[in-house]
C-alpha cells in the first residue's frame, strides 16, 4: 500500500511563497505520475499540477500557470510544489497524489492520496 506525507504548508500573506514536499512509501507502480490538487470549503477537489514518470511532462491548472512550479526526485520518491506570488484564492487543503500510469486531471482518476496540507494565503 502506498503511502503519501505532505509537509511545507502554512500561513503566509499575499505574494509570498510556499514549498510543499510529498514523501511516497510502499510503491507498487513500477511508473507513475504524481500531482497535486487542492480543495477549498465547500468546493470540489481540484487539479493543480501533475508530473509524469520521466518527468518530461508536466501540467498545471491555468489558475497556477506561472506561479507554481513542479518536480519530482525519483530516487527520492518525492515531489515538490514550489509556489510563488500566492493569493487568497490558492487559500485551501493541498493533497498529493499518486496515479500508476499517466497524468489525468480528474481526482477520481488517481488511486492514492495524501492526508493533506493547509495553505492559507492572507490579504
Known amino acids: 500500500q502506498v503511502q503519501l506525507v505532505e509537509s511545507g504548508g502554512g500561513l503566509v500573506q499575499a505574494g509570498g511563497s510556499l514549498r510543499l514536499s510529498c514523501a511516497a512509501s510502499?510503491?507498487?507502480?513500477?511508473?507513475?505520475?504524481m500531482g497535486w490538487f487542492r480543495q477549498a470549503p465547500g468546493k470540489e477537489r481540484e487539479f493543480v499540477s501533475a508530473?509524469?514518470?520521466?518527468?518530461?511532462?508536466?501540467y498545471y491548472a491555468d489558475s497556477v500557470k506561472g506561479r507554481f512550479t513542479i518536480s519530482r526526485d525519483n530516487a527520492k520518491n518525492a515531489v515538490y510544489l514550489q509556489m510563488n506570488s500566492l493569493k487568497p484564492e490558492d487559500t485551501a487543503v493541498y493533497y498529493c497524489?499518486?496515479?500508476?500510469?499517466?497524468?489525468?486531471?480528474?481526482?477520481?482518476?488517481?488511486?492514492?492520496w495524501g492526508q493533506g496540507t493547509q495553505v492559507t494565503v492572507s490579504s
Open positions: 497524489a499518486e496515479r500508476g500510469s499517466g497524468v489525468n486531471m480528474r481526482a477520481r482518476m488517481w488511486d492514492y
Open positions: 510502499g510503491r507498487t507502480f513500477s511508473s507513475y505520475a
Open positions: 508530473v509524469s514518470w520521466s518527468v518530461s511532462s508536466q
